[in-house]
């Protein structure tokens, strides 16, 4: 059986920070609640905690396309240049509450000496609980997916450059202190 994806989007924006300087988990996982905000005016709250085994795990909560989510995003792959999240997610809805699978890449490959190219690309895939959500409602999974997928595609392409500048921010003062 095909694996069912909801949304798979993903954008790229320069960081104008040499690839040396650059931590995507150290920033990831430190990134102020302030700063989470700045890059979407769908972002709420960020945070950093860990998993049951031990594994980092960011916390987030955004409202997309009018539903409410707290992401749970545990670190799959974490190298300076290169992280992976994996999360099930909580969604909030007015139907009730169900989860989805999120996967959340970003990754950072040299442009030149002094610039990177930054990407952000963001998967989703239905849980169990989310395919019974539908079901319970009468709703094709196709007519979710075509629905979804603008505006989850949409709000991955508005925060993309805000990330890679919050992600410069933070290398540059790294880079500053040594």
């Known amino acids: 059986m095909d694996e069912q994806i909801i949304v798979d989007s993903s954008f790229s924006a320069i960081i104008n920070a040499p690839i040396d300087a650059i931590d995507i988990p150290a920033w990831a996982f430190s990134l102020p609640d302030k700063e989470y905000q700045g890059c979407s005016p769908c972002h709420f709250a960020a ?7 031990g594994r980092r795990m960011s916390i987030n909560v955004e409202v997309i396309g009018g539903v409410p989510m707290v992401q749970h995003y ?25 989860s989805m699978k999120v996967m959340w890449e970003l990754k950072v490959e040299p442009l030149d000496e002094g610039r990177c190219t930054f990407t952000n690309h963001v998967r989703t895939r ?3 609980a989310f395919t019974d959500y539908l079901a319970r409602q009468g709703i094709p999974f196709e007519l979710f997916r075509e629905q979804r997928k603008p505006v989850s595609t949409a709000h991955n392409k508005q925060e993309t450059p805000f990330f890679a500048a919050s992600i410069e921010r933070f290398a540059l003062r790294k880079k500053k202190n040594g």
């Open 126 to 128: 239905p849980t169990e």
């Open 47 to 53: 945070g950093a905690t860990t998993s049951e085994d």
């Open 74 to 98: 545990v670190e799959q792959v974490a190298e300076p240049h290169h992280l992976v999240l994996d999360s099930v997610s909580d969604l909030f809805t007015t139907s009730g509450r169900t």
